[in-house]
T-cell receptor, first 113, second 112 residues
Framework: DTAVSQTPKYLVTQMGNDKSIKCEQN?????MYWYKQDSKKFLKIMFS???????INETVPNRFSPKSPDKAHLNLHINSLELGDSAVYFC????????????FGSGTQLSVL | QKEVEQNSGPLSVPEGAIASLNCTYS??????FFWYRQYSGKSPELIMF????GDKEDGRFTAQLNKASQYVSLLIRDSQPSDSATYLC????????????FGKGTKLTVNP
C-alpha cells in the first residue's frame, strides 16, 4: 500500500492550459503539503493544510489553488500554466504539522511547453 | 526569509571513506533538524533527525547539531556507492506557521 500517492506522475501540457494534480494519504496524518522542486533540486514549500484548513500559503501566484476535501486528500489546481511552472511537484504529509517526519509522494513531473 | 544553506557540491569520496555534509541555518529559534536523502528521479526520504545539541548515531550515519553556531552536519561512515544521492538538510522554523525549510542539497558521489 502506497502511503502518499499522487497522480499523475507525468504531466505535459501547453502554456495557458489548466491542470490538476491529486494527492491522497492513507497514514491518518493531519497535515498535508505541496512542495515544488525546481531544476536545481531546490525544494520549496507552497501550501500546507491541517485537517482541511489552510495554514501555510507561501508567496505563490494565485494561479495555484489547493483544495482539501478531507484530511486525507489535497489537490492542486493550476490555471493558465506558464513555462516557469515546469518543475516536480511533491505532495507530503506528516502527523504533527511538520514536527514529525514528512512522508513524500512520488512526485509529479510537470512540463509546460 | 529564514534560510538553510548547504554546500551544493558535488562532493566526491572513495568507497569506504567518511562523507561529511554540512548545513547552516538562520532561524536561531529552530528546534528540529532533519536530513533527507533523495536519489535521482525519486522523492526525498528521511534518514536522520536531531533535536538536541551533540551527536546522534544511527548505523553508519551520525547527525551533529550545534545550536550556538547554527550548524548541522551529517557524517556517513564507510561510504558505499549506494549512498550516492542528493542530501537535503531541513530545518523546522518557529513562530507563526511552523514549516520545514529545505536547503538546496548536496550531491554526493561515492566512487567504487
Amino acid at each position: 500500500d502506497t502511503a502518499v500517492s499522487q497522480t499523475p506522475k507525468y504531466l505535459v501540457t501547453q502554456m495557458g492550459n489548466d491542470k490538476s494534480i491529486k494527492c491522497e494519504q492513507n497514514l491518518g496524518h493531519d497535515t498535508m503539503y505541496w512542495y515544488k522542486q525546481d531544476s536545481k533540486k531546490f525544494l520549496k514549500i507552497m501550501f500546507s493544510y491541517n485537517n482541511k484548513e489552510l495554514i501555510i500559503n507561501e508567496t505563490v501566484p494565485n494561479r495555484f489553488s489547493p483544495k482539501s476535501p478531507d484530511k486525507a486528500h489535497l489537490n492542486l489546481h493550476i490555471n493558465s500554466l506558464e513555462l516557469g511552472d515546469s518543475a516536480v511537484y511533491f505532495c507530503a504529509s506528516s502527523q504533527r504539522g511538520g514536527r514529525e517526519k514528512l512522508f513524500f509522494g512520488s512526485g509529479t513531473q510537470l512540463s509546460v511547453l | 526569509q529564514k534560510e538553510v544553506e548547504q554546500n551544493s557540491g558535488p562532493l566526491s569520496v572513495p568507497e569506504g571513506a567518511i562523507a561529511s555534509l554540512n548545513c547552516t541555518y538562520s532561524d536561531r529559534g529552530s528546534q528540529s533538524f532533519f536530513w533527507y536523502r533523495q536519489y535521482s528521479g525519486k522523492s526525498p526520504e528521511l534518514i536522520m533527525f536531531i533535536y538536541s545539541n551533540g551527536d546522534k548515531e544511527d548505523g553508519r550515519f551520525t547527525a551533529q547539531l550545534n545550536k550556538a553556531s547554527q550548524y548541522v552536519s551529517l557524517l556517513i561512515r564507510d561510504s558505499q556507492p549506494s549512498d550516492s544521492a542528493t542530501y537535503l538538510c531541513a530545518v523546522q522554523t518557529q513562530g507563526g506557521s511552523e514549516k520545514l525549510v529545505f536547503g538546496k542539497g548536496t550531491k554526493l558521489t561515492v566512487n567504487p
